[in-house]
Every structure is written in C-alpha cells, then in structure tokens.
C-alpha cells in the first residue's frame, strides 16, 4: 500500500513538472494587417518581393502575391546554397515556412527547428514585403 501511494505521488509530480515545462502558444494568431511594418490596413492585390536579408549563412528573400487581400503565393527566391548542408536546410525549412505563411496570412510564423537562421530571415524578409503591400494600399487610398 505503501509503495503504490509513494508511487502514485511519484508519476503526478513528475506529469505536472511535465505540463509546467510544455511551451505556451498565443490563443489567436494575429492578423495580416498587424505587424513591425510602418503600413496598416488590408494589403494591395499585386507581388512584392521583400528585401534580401543577410543570414549567418547566406541571403534569404520572399516573394509573396496578394489577392483580395489574401497571401496567396508565398516563394522563397533567395536562400542559403553554399554547400550540401545549406541546401538540405532550405530544401526541408522552407517548404514549412511558406506553409505557415499561407495558413497565418502573416509574417507571425514560427520558426523551423533547425533552421533558426533561414527561418528569420524568411519571416523579416516576409514582413518587408507584407509593408510594401499596405504601404501600397496607403498610398492608394490617401495619395
């Protein structure tokens, strides 16, 4: 009896230790009209291609094509390509990456274990082109 107690307290410990440690995600994903950008608002219909960010391992840019609104093409035409273990990363990362965006409509995706640096450069190079379509729509609407 003894032991099936100490035990039974042993494993509820060691499951709440567990649960304490899982990592917490937002409730609500934010919307494409939110971000860093100077731009607000739903973004132009048209293809913007963000700036090329510079990464530990090479160049990383997006292009991106909005339509009514909506990100609906997200391509990664500059990745890191320096050697075979480049482009293993950007061949399995990206594809993941350009998921998220289009399942997100935003640049708030998350990063791709194992591929921390492309992963970053991919989501700012992302924003960058995400501001120049509301920075469109801006100029659109009061220009």
Known sequence: MRRTLLSAAVTAA???????LKPHQPAVRPVIGSGSGSGSGTPASGTYTGESVETRYGPVQVRITVSGGRITE?????????????????GYAVPVLTSETLAAQSASIDAVSGATYTSEGYTRSL??????????????THG
């Open 14 to 20: 060691g499951v709440c230790t567990l649960l304490a």
């Open 127 to 140: 924003q960058s082109a995400l501001d120049q379509a509301r920075t469109r729509t801006r100029t659109r």
């Open 74 to 90: 997200a391509t990664a035409v500059r990745t890191p390509f320096a050697n075979e273990r480049d482009r293993e990363t950007a």
